[in-house]
């Protein structure tokens, strides 16, 4: 009876041997972009112990890895330049196999943030998609060009092997209203420009602060961050629980090989510290994640939104301006002329098409080399007082302004640092220079633009790119 019984535990070992499976994560399947003209990592289970062996459609070259004790593998294949030509890659283990169909070579960016990141094409409750319903109905188009992957929401306290979801998807009618707006107006733009296919990991989650996409290890040295609320659903709700997001989402995709991060999201760290420099140590900690220091970080300014009296709102966006300074390969678009005024209270402005083509322009300008694509708007430089008058000069405005007169958003202050309206009274395309006044104020100090929670501008450049918002003071 022991004998029995001891041959009926190899044999179950044996057939567990025999029919042990490939396991990969969604990320890792049919339909997905590989990132063209370099090394990509694919990865999963199999075996303890087992050879797992890639052969891919484009030269027929075979890659190997071991699996390790607990039957964890991954590898890595070079890839060819771009192509629509659906490709395969073959997985096997000698007792298992997977094919891996439809695949296409391309580039391949990361959207993460909240919910102006995640927001679909089919909107929001109440929050519609400006002509999102015409995008979804022509999505077809982008059928061979465009595949899109949504990393579901799902927290964890512990980094988490696998992301859940994150299956792609082909770009038509049926997919499409789940596809994130902004990353997806990016792509098609990209894909129109470039000619070659474009994949969106869209990893993002509504209301998250930074705190929320940072590791254990970096929140432990910031005071102010709470790690025993992470998991907490009774104390805290889960979109501002801290390090989750990185944990559930960010840490289980980061094996995925891509160009560059698109990163919208802010609303929920205003009036907290600090903003800069923790999403510069996201940054510095993601590439590092990633392998590549050099990978290109491009962030979406927070629109105009009224928060209350403080005007915290617009700290922060002076916050994000300044992080786009201290992060290297970065960038940050301005929209603040890209909300209605019933938008007010609407933290889901409609517009997100002129978003992700903003975007998508500071890609191509300073990823592809597209130099002759403006990517940036006018910046504030320095300014000159002479009497009642301050001449405000500005880069990026190298072919002047859009517009001479009706300019909204300018202030003013003398000495009492009481801010008023002030007027443009001359526009110099030429220096790249606005000079304003104000009637009362006889000695100005100082200026600010667009400097409030809701404060819309019209000031833009000649490639219609708003002016970042500013203030010349630090009160």
Not at 195 to 221: A, Y
Not at 321 to 350: C, F, W
Request: with cysteine.
């Amino acid at each position: 009876m022991k004998k029995t019984i001891l041959s009926l535990v190899a044999l179950l070992a044996c057939a567990s041997s025999v029919w042990a499976e490939i396991k990969l994560p969604n990320l890792v399947g049919d339909n997905m972009v590989l990132q063209q003209a370099t090394q990509v990592r694919l990865w999963g289970e199999s075996t303890p112990n087992a050879q797992v062996t890639a052969t891919n459609s484009w030269d027929q070259q075979t890659y190997q890895a071991t699996a390790d004790a607990k039957g964890q593998w991954e590898l890595w294949l070079q890839t060819p330049s771009a192509t629509f030509e659906p490709q395969q890659v073959t997985l096997s283990d000698g007792t298992d196999k997977i094919v891996l169909h439809d695949l296409l070579i391309g580039e391949v960016w990361f959207g993460s943030g909240q919910s102006n990141m995640e927001m679909p094409l089919r909107g929001f409750w109440h929050c519609p998609i400006e002509g999102g319903n015409q995008t979804i109905a022509t999505s077809g188009k982008y059928r061979r060009s465009v595949r899109y992957a949504t990393i579901d929401r799902r927290g964890a306290v512990e980094p988490q092997a696998y992301p859940q979801g994150g299956e792609w998807k082909t770009c038509d009618p049926a997919n499409a209203p789940g596809f994130g707006a902004t990353a997806y107006y990016f792509a098609t733009l990209l894909t129109e420009v470039l000619n070659v296919p474009v994949g969106i990991i869209n990893c993002s989650w509504g209301g998250s602060t930074v705190e929320g996409w940072l590791p254990k290890e970096i929140l432990q040295g910031y005071p102010d961050v709470d790690l025993s609320l992470a998991g907490n659903d009774e104390k805290c709700h889960p979109m501002l629980q801290p390090m989750i997001m990185y944990n559930g989402l960010l840490k289980p995709s980061c094996k995925y090989t891509i160009k560059g991060f698109l990163w919208y999201q802010g609303c929920s760290n205003v009036g907290r510290p600090d903003y800069a420099n923790r999403l510069a140590t996201m940054v510095s900690h993601w590439r590092k994640l990633w392998g590549s220091e050099e990978l290109p970080f491009y962030l979406v300014e927070i629109a105009p939104y009224y928060y209350g009296k403080e005007d915290n709102g617009a700290l922060l966006r002076e916050q994000q301006y300044k992080a786009s300074q201290l992060i290297p390969h970065s960038g940050m678009i301005s929209t603040n002329d890209l909300v209605e005024e019933y938008e007010r209270l609407q933290i889901h402005p409609k517009n997100k098409r002129t978003v992700g083509e903003r975007l998508a322009y500071m890609a191509l300008n300073k990823t592809y080399g597209y130099h002759s694509i403006a990517c940036e708007g006018p910046v504030y430089d320095h300014m000159e007082i002479e009497k009642d008058q301050v001449t405000l000069y500005f880069r990026h405005a190298e072919e002047g302004f859009n517009r001479d007169n009706g300019i909204v958003g300018f202030e003013i202050a003398g000495k009492d640092k009481r801010f008023v309206k002030a007027n443009v009274v001359k526009i110099d395309g030429n220096k790249k220079t606005v000079t304003v006044s104000a009637p009362g104020v006889k000695q100005p100090v100082a200026v600010r633009y667009g400097f409030h929670d809701f404060q819309l501008g019209n000031l833009k450049n000649v490639a219609e790119l708003p002016v970042v918002p500013f203030r010349t003071d630090n009160w």
